[in-house]
């Protein structure tokens, strides 16, 4: 190609933008096309099915050993032999010692609610009730008993209804003209 002669200028096309899709037809769902959402749910995992699935002939377990032998599981509390937590635990015996019982099976639990949180969410007057609470976003596990404790200054007359009260949480609400009423624990469930 010689030099004197034109180059012919390559005419570059402008990419076009992609065309939109069609307008998404909502469609109804019923029981023809529900369905698990995708990866939820997978298949089980045969074991002992050949060397090509990858978990064929130990399926899983290894050789030898206590794990390999049928019926073995690991249970709860388990800590591969060694001496195990409620083993190494103190074994201070009696029902009224805290320390007695290191896992607590017993120990009753109450949800606190402070004469603070009263005083900032309810009116002069009003009857704190266990549903009243609850709406107001203070005790809001059901189950568990409510307690209420005397952290800060009540200045309102309440009628303030809970499962148990503390001693200085009981003088408060009736030094400031206000009454408390003991609800029996299997009324508010």
């Known amino acids: 190609m010689a030099d004197d002669e034109p180059r012919e200028t390559e005419e570059r096309e ?18 023809h096309n529900l369905r698990p959402a995708p990866g939820s749910r997978r298949p089980r995992k045969r074991v002992g099915r050949g060397e090509g699935s990858g978990t064929g002939k130990t399926s899983g377990r290894g050789q030898k050993g206590w794990g390999s032998r049928s019926g073995a599981k690991r249970r709860a509390r388990f800590e591969g032999g060694q001496n195990p937590i409620h083993m190494r635990m103190r074994k201070l015996r009696g029902p009224h010692m805290r320390k007695s019982m290191p896992f607590e099976p ?23 009730t266990l549903d009243a609470m609850r709406a107001k976003g203070l005790a809001t596990r059901k189950a568990i008993p409510v307690k209420i404790l005397a952290k800060g200054e009540l200045t309102k007359p309440l009628t303030v209804h809970a499962h148990q009260f503390s001693k200085a949480a009981r003088e ?17 469930r």
């Open 106 to 128: 017993f120990r009753t639990h109450t949800q606190p609610v402070n004469l603070l949180d009263l005083e900032a969410r309810f009116e002069s007057g009003a009857s704190v």
């Open 14 to 31: 402008e990419p076009k933008a992609p065309a939109q899709p069609p307008p998404h037809k909502p469609h109804r769902i019923g029981l």
């Open 172 to 188: 408060r609400i009736e030094a400031a003209g206000g009454t408390c009423q003991v609800v029996e624990e299997s009324a508010s």
